[in-house]
């Protein structure tokens, strides 16, 4: 079993990462780290290199560029497969087995890391049958087997590539509660894609945003949300108002003489502005729809020689 510490450097650092398919890049000079013990949303539209990025870590790609560790370790090596436990959305399970041979077959792969109490508790908080077979469950059962394997295994790092989105809303809620309350006791770390920007705000404390194969936006998430300022008022004329122009501009959705837009300001905000801090749905919005806005990487996220960081979030 693990003990969830790592004092040599964050559990995952990715450094100029690159994945070539036949078709073109799916990432490209992917930097960013990703510090011990946090729970990381790993956000961005279909296609922008999310399961690319969670396959590498899990090693079951090879990346074309770059490199990237796993507590100091690469994805292959056996201590990164030790420490690390990856859950896949499609959740591949034998249908034949039951949930006491599926258990049974993660303590066999397990070897000396195995926490058969803390597999069965999962399974058994929803009420899944021992004696079942995984193929007469329920999504949200096969789901939560596949919870209790991962867990089972007390990894390090967590890897989830959006296990809970064919779920319905109650069903994943409880499974959120379930995931967060076994981080929390270990002190997991966890990288988790998902599209539920709303569900992102109650369970992470940090983020990263993946666009066109690279990353817009990476660190602590109130650190992110407070470089930004969300600006509302009216303007006089067309383009951005003048006592705006000095500021980053991320995203402006004007509406006739009404003017709203997310600002990563270099001073204070002049002006007849309402000014408020973005939640992070907003956020995430406004870099996911705005594909020219320059990238933020906070203290904590970056690598050696990464220069996407600003002021108003400098250490």
Known sequence: MSDGTYAGGPALEAVGLGKRYRRGWALRDCSFRLPTGRICGLVGPNGAGKTTL??????????TAGDLRIFGAGPGSAEAGRRTAFLAQEKPLFRRFTVAETLR???ELNPGSWDQGAAEHIVRA?????????GTLSGGQRTRVAFALAFGKRPDLLLLDEPMSDLDPLVRHELMGTLMAEAAEHGT??????????????????????ASGGVRLAGDVDELRE???????VRDGEGTPRDLAHHTVVESRPSGRQYTALLRPDGPISGPWETDTPNLEELLLAY?????????ITPSAQVPGQAHGIRAVAA
Do not use: K
């Open 54 to 63: 969670l396959g590498i870590a899990a090693h079951v790609l090879e990346p």
């Open 105 to 107: 077959l993660g303590r």
């Open 126 to 134: 929803g009420n899944v049958p021992l004696d079942a077979r995984i």
């Open 189 to 210: 770390t966890v990288l988790m894609s998902s599209h539920m920007l709303a569900e992102l705000e109650s369970v992470c404390d940090y983020l990263v945003v993946i």
């Open 227 to 233: 470089a930004h300022t969300l600006v509302t008022g």
């Open 288 to 296: 996911l729809r705005s594909s020219e806005a320059p990238p933020l």
